[in-house]
């Protein structure tokens, strides 16, 4: 199956919070993975061609990535 450029877009960038998930401390993993699932399956159903949506969540989700990966962040407060 032949991705776009923005299918592979958001691929690498949800491996990539799923990487830095697991980076947190070992207490905290288990909250930042269903933090990601949750909120990755929720924009789930966007339709592909929905380009400027689809590259307004990455930037919204870039930014979040930056405060979330930072060292001093522990948990993440799912309610």
Known sequence: ???????????????????AAKQKDQAYQAHWLEFVHTEFRRNQ????????YIEHLLRVGQRRYETYSRPEVKDINLT
């Open 45 to 52: 159903q966007i339709p592909r061609n929905e380009f400027f």
């Open 1 to 19: 199956m032949a991705r776009s450029g923005l299918q592979k877009q958001v691929l690498h960038f949800y491996r990539r919070c799923l990487h």
